[in-house]
Structures are given as structure tokens and as C-alpha cells.
């Protein structure tokens, strides 16, 4: 994990207080070393990424339900995706902005690209 983040993580009450207001740009940070596919059952646009400890993905609804991870994709695409990883994943940061610059500051290219 790098040892200094690019930009202030949210704490446990800001973020259910943002997830409870309906933001949906999520950051997740990858807490150890593994594969991740967004959804494995459209391998055309999803291929499956090789994630190191200490990646920030950028993606949308986060949600993660009996140790398994989900997610939406934006303008009317699919939603509630199981994300198949052996990654483990902790969401650090919600808003509800997709523009801001935090936002940038991930890892762009391993995240989800539904067409």
C-alpha cells in the first residue's frame, strides 16, 4: 500500500452519511495483491486486471453484501454487477460529483469499461 495516500480518505461515518445521501462515485482501495474482473460474464468489454495492494479504483454504487463485492455502471447500463475478485476491497472515499479531481487519482485503466 503506498505509504502516502493522493488525496484524504473518508471516514466510516462520512462515508455512510454520503452513501445514505445517494452519492454514487465510489474509491475503493485494493488491500492486497490479486485478479478483478467487473463483471466476468461479458468478457468482450471486461478483461480481468492484475491489482496490486494499494490500488485505488474509481467505480459506481459500491456496495459490498456477505463477502462479495458489487456495482453499477453509469448511464442506464447494468446494475448491482458482482465484481469477481480475490481482492480485498474497502471503499475509502463517495461523492457524488464525477468530476472531481480525486477522482483521477485512481487507477483509471483497470476500471470498468461496459460499452
Avoid at 453509469?74 to 461523492?95: C, E, G
Avoid at 460529483?97 to 476500471?111: L, M, Y
Wanted: hydrophobic share 35%; charged share 30%; with cysteine.
Amino acid at each position: 500500500m503506498p505509504t502516502k495516500a493522493p488525496f484524504k480518505f473518508m471516514s466510516e461515518d462520512e462515508i455512510k452519511r454520503a452513501v445514505k445521501r445517494g452519492d454514487d462515485q465510489c474509491i475503493v482501495i485494493a488491500e492486497n495483491s490479486g485478479t478483478l474482473c467487473w463483471d466476468i460474464t461479458d468478457p468482450e468489454n471486461e478483461k480481468t486486471y492484475q491489482i496490486e495492494k494499494g490500488d485505488l479504483l474509481w467505480c459506481w454504487n459500491f456496495v459490498e453484501r456477505d463477502g462479495e463485492y458489487f456495482h453499477d455502471y453509469a448511464n442506464m447500463a447494468p446494475t448491482n454487477v458482482k465484481i469477481t475478485t480475490d481482492v480485498k476491497l474497502r471503499l475509502v472515499y463517495v461523492s457524488d460529483t464525477p468530476d472531481e479531481d480525486v477522482h483521477f487519482k485512481t487507477t483509471i485503466d483497470k476500471g470498468p469499461n461496459w460499452a
